[in-house]
C-alpha cells in the first residue's frame, strides 16, 4: 500500500477506519476509569522493566566500551537476557511463597504478594563478575522460601507493636 500513489482510495479508507477505532478507543478511555488504571498499570510495569535493564545495562559505572555495532548488540541481548533471569528468579520466590502461604492456610498476605511485581533488583548484586560455571551452586528454593516465612511474623510483630 505505501508503494501506491498518494491519493490511493484503498489507503484513504484504511486510514479513515483505523482512525474510527482510535477514537472508539480514546472514548472508552475517557469513559472508564478501571481502562486508564490498567493502562497505568501497563506503563509502570515496562517503565520498571526499563530502569531494571538500565541498571544491568550500567552496572560498570556507565563504562560500556563497544568497538562495533556487533559488540553492541551482544551486550543489548545479554543485559535482556540478565534481567530475565532477575524476573524469573524473582517470579520464582514469589510463586513459591504463595504455594506456600496457601499449603499452610495464612490467607494474610496474600493479596500483598499477589501485587508484588517481580521485576525488583534491590537484593541483586549488579557490580560483581558474572561467571558461568560448568556445575554452579544450585539455590535452594525451598531454603529461600523457609527463610522469608521465618522472617515475614518477625516483621508482623515489630510493625505491631
Known amino acids: 500500500m505505501s508503494a501506491h500513489a498518494r491519493n490511493n482510495r484503498t489507503?484513504?479508507?484504511?486510514w479513515e477506519y483505523d482512525s474510527i477505532h482510535r477514537s472508539l478507543y480514546l472514548l472508552n478511555y475517557i469513559d472508564s476509569p478501571s481502562l486508564r488504571q490498567n493502562v497505568q498499570k501497563a506503563v509502570n510495569?515496562?517503565?520498571n522493566y526499563h530502569q531494571l535493564r538500565r541498571s544491568v545495562s550500567f552496572a560498570s559505572f556507565g563504562k560500556l566500551r563497544f568497538?562495533?555495532?556487533y559488540e553492541h548488540d551482544l551486550w543489548s541481548e545479554c543485559s535482556r537476557l540478565i534481567s530475565n533471569c532477575i524476573i524469573f528468579y524473582n517470579a520464582s520466590i514469589l510463586s513459591r511463597l504463595l504455594e506456600h502461604k496457601h499449603k499452610a492456610g495464612q490467607?494474610?498476605?496474600?493479596?500483598?504478594i499477589?501485587?508484588?511485581?517481580?521485576?525488583?533488583?534491590?537484593?541483586?548484586?549488579?557490580h560483581g563478575r558474572y561467571e558461568f560455571q560448568k556445575q554452579p551452586d544450585l539455590l535452594s528454593l525451598d531454603a529461600i522460601i523457609q527463610g522469608l516465612?521465618?522472617?515475614?511474623?518477625?516483621r508482623d510483630a515489630a510493625s505491631a507493636a
Not at 11 to 14: M, P, V
Not at 107 to 112: A, R, S, T, V
Not at 117 to 124: D, E, G, R
Open 11 to 14: 489507503k484513504r479508507a484504511l
Open 45 to 47: 510495569r515496562d517503565e
Open 67 to 69: 568497538k562495533t555495532d
Open 107 to 112: 490467607m494474610q498476605g496474600i493479596d500483598e
Open 114 to 126: 499477589k501485587n508484588i511485581s517481580p521485576i525488583a533488583w534491590q537484593h541483586i548484586n549488579l
Open 149 to 154: 516465612t521465618e522472617w515475614a511474623p518477625q
